[in-house]
């Protein structure tokens, strides 16, 4: 039979939402490949897609649906689960309310039909859903504060820039399609810094790397920003278009800088080196997604904001202060869901949130794209949470953590099975999915899946219509400007809504049209002492081997920990086992020496299962960010000991 070249995006919670090409013969996938023809992906892909076909033959690939009979997770025809979910769910809200049922979502496809459930749970209920974002909550709120939304210049522009900061970025491991637009810079003559406290691959490519203090990074940018004042670095043009100059000002000069390059971690030299560079410009700031993950997260991204705006290199092309590409900008989300909800629980704190429900208590909870027992905080009590509620529906195509505790487990399409359309939240390009091969007969897509379920409750009117007829609604706006289906169906296409430079007309998009500056913090989110019990920050990042809870390659018997030799438990070798214990609990892992790390964090990856005790969530407690409800799941401290 002729091979077949059929064309995709690949649709994981990923800033680059690549362009895929397969070949397909006889059904089969023969090879899979990046999109040579789309401006970012330019032709390859990261490791775990190009792995990912493999995970199709795993034993935790799901094929058919599950319900729970004795205690056991047995196949089940889909008529029989959804029969289940429907007489469930049915029975629940007669019985206690529709705000009985919580509807989880996170991100595991950033394809915008996954809003279908939501769809779902606000017209039986409304029923109670969330509120909060751990993924980038804390950031994208301090850049509404600032600048009325947090968006981005176009990826392009970025070759305009003397000066890029990578500002608590890897990109190497988790925004890999940025790496040869970085070399372009270069070659055009761009220096690069990086600024992470953990040594990682991407330091590689930097012109310079400061590694201070985990969370030093407010005393940082507030150093630098003294100096800018202090030696002539501000604009006054751009001065003029932020509010709270004073305040913002007095801020910087409350310390000396001595006082701030002590609290950051870095030396002096290293903050007037950084002052010069904004002084110098055209200087883009990248803004990392860990750091924000703090107690502090919002005010420091709330204090880069503010360099790039006083320095003037905000509304200039090869600056901006990018954080996230909003994804979302160009679809008609409310044609979905209108986001109604009968009440909120708050996302970092899920487990607790959940088992103090009353009024009436959580009795079922439903999960579309997402692991929470893995991934969330504290994450011992949200298995708990999940263990006691009567009724647990997933919908996922792996056997997870989460689904392991469920009642119901529904199997819907992998990456490359999948019909949507999404945007990226590391470009501005918008693509649409469609499945390169056919899903096994007991997988259903969630649009399908939903209307189903609706005609068993009597909503079967709200979810008329074809899985296209939803992607065109989706689109029915930026359609008028070009981006039709059609166009998306032939190739990606650029948001004809997004600016190139987000700012370049001199205005941000808050009420006045001005930055509104940061002029004070609370003090406590200064002082990152650690404490002597337990002297190391625990980084938990993103590692090349898996997509957060999806592993492309077996992760091992014990997850690993990397620290510097000196904070190693005396005389334990490379390769020893080791106790990582925390406030909340311990995990065996194995012991990596680095004398590139500082010595005061362990750093261990993002993803490890929670049934294997390799989930870095269970030492984690479950503290909100000051900002934008995140989670603060890197301000845990622990300390390694022999087993
Ligand atoms: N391979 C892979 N790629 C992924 C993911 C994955 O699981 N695996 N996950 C995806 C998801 S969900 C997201 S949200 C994105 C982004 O995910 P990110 O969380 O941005 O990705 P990381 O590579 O972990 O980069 C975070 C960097 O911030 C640094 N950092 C942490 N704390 C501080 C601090 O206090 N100061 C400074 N300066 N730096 C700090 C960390 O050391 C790390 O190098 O990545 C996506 N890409
Ligand atoms: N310790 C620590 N914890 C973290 C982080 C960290 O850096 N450190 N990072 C945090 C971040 S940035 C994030 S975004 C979260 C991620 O947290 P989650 O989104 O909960 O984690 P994932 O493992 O990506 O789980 C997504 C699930 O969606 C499934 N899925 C894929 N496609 C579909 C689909 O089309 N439909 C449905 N229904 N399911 C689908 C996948 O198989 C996967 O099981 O984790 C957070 N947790
Ligand atoms: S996970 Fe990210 S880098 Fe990998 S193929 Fe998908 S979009 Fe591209
Ligand atoms: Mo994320």
């Not at 109670?128 to 947090?150: H, L, Y």
Request: aromatic share 6%; proline share 6%; charged share 25%.
């Amino acid at each position: 039979m002729a091979v077949e070249t059929r064309k995709s995006t690949c649709n994981r919670d990923c800033p680059d939402a690549c362009g895929l090409v397969a070949e397909v013969e006889d059904g089969r996938l023969r090879s899979l490949k990046g999109d040579p023809e789309h401006p970012v992906t330019r032709g390859f892909l990261c490791s775990r897609t190009s792995r990912f076909p493999e995970l199709l033959d795993s034993p935790q690939h799901l094929r058919t649906p599950l319900v729970r009979d004795g205690g056991v997770l047995r196949p089940a025809s889909l008529d029989e689960a959804l029969d289940r979910c429907a007489e469930r769910l049915l029975a629940i809200r007669r019985e206690s309310g529709p705000a009985a049922i919580l509807h989880y979502r996170s991100g595991g496809s950033l394809g915008l039909l996954k809003t279908i459930a939501n769809r779902f749970f606000e017209r039986f209920g409304p029923c109670t859903s969330t509120i909060g974002d751990i993924c980038s909550g804390a950031g994208e709120e301090a850049q509404v504060q600032d600048f009325g939304v947090s968006d981005s210049n176009d990826l392009f522009d970025l070759l305009e820039a003397r000066h890029v900061i990578l500002w608590g970025k890897n990109p190497a491991v988790s925004n890999v399609h940025l790496v040869p637009v970085l070399d372009d810079c270069k070659a055009r003559g761009a220096t690069i810094t990086l600024i992470d406290p953990i040594a990682h691959k991407s330091r590689t490519r930097a012109d310079v790397w400061l590694q201070p203090a985990p969370g030093g990074d407010l005393a940082l940018a507030l150093g630098v920003g003294r100096l800018l004042f202090d030696e002539g670095g501000v604009d006054p043009e751009a001065i003029a278009r932020c509010e709270g100059v004073d305040g913002y000002r007095g801020l910087c000069r409350s310390r000396s800088l001595a006082a701030w390059a002590q609290l950051a971690g870095v030396g002096e030299a290293a903050i007037r080196a950084l002052a010069a560079a904004f002084a110098g410009g055209p200087t883009a700031i990248l803004v990392g997604w860990g750091m924000q993950r703090r107690r502090n997260g919002g005010a420091i991204v709330r204090a880069l904001d503010a360099l790039s705006a006083v320095s003037g290199n905000l509304f200039r092309s090869g600056g901006g202060c990018s954080f996230y590409f909003r994804r979302r900008g160009a679809f008609d989300a409310g044609a979905i869901t209108s986001g109604a909800a009968a009440r909120v629980l708050r996302e970092p704190i899920l487990g607790q949130d959940v088992l103090e429900a009353s009024d009436p208590p959580v009795r079922a909870i439903w999960v579309t794209a997402a692991n929470p027992v893995c991934m969330l905080p504290d994450s011992a009590r949200v298995a708990e949470a999940f263990e006691r509620t009567e009724f647990v529906v997933v919908a996922d195509p792996f056997l997870t953590d989460t689904a392991r505790r469920a009642h119901v487990v529904l199997p819907v399409p992998t990456l490359l099975e999948d019909s949507d359309v999404l945007g990226a939240y590391g470009h501005h390009w918008l693509g649409e999915s469609r499945p390169l091969i056919e899903p096994p007969p007991g997988v259903v897509h969630e649009v399908d899946l939903f209307s189903r379920l609706a005609a068993r409750v009597g909503l079967a009117a709200d979810f008329a219509g074809t899985v296209d007829d939803w992607k065109r609604r989706l689109l029915a706006r930026v359609a008028q400007k070009g981006a039709t289906l059609e166009a998306l169906r032939a190739g990606p296409v650029r948001n004809p809504e997004a600016k190139p430079v987000l700012f370049g007309d001199g205005r941000v998009r808050t009420l006045s049209g001005k930055v509104r500056l940061l002029t004070a913090i609370d003090e406590s989110l200064l002082r990152r002492d650690v404490s002597p019990e337990r002297p190391l920050w625990l980084f938990s990042n993103s590692t090349i081997d898996s997509q957060a809870s999806l592993w492309s390659r077996d992760p091992g018997t014990h997850l690993t920990v990397t620290v510097h030799p000196e904070s190693a438990p005396a005389d334990a070798p490379d390769g020893a086992l080791v106790v990582i214990e925390s406030a909340r609990g311990s995990l065996t892992a194995r012991l990596r020496l680095d004398p590139a790390q500082r010595r005061d964090v362990a750093l261990v990856p993002k993803g490890g299962h929670f049934d294997r005790g390799q989930s870095a969530n269970a030492l984690i407690d479950a503290i909100p960010t000051d900002l934008g409800l995140g989670a603060a799941y890197l301000d845990c401290q622990v300390r390694l000991r022999l087993p």
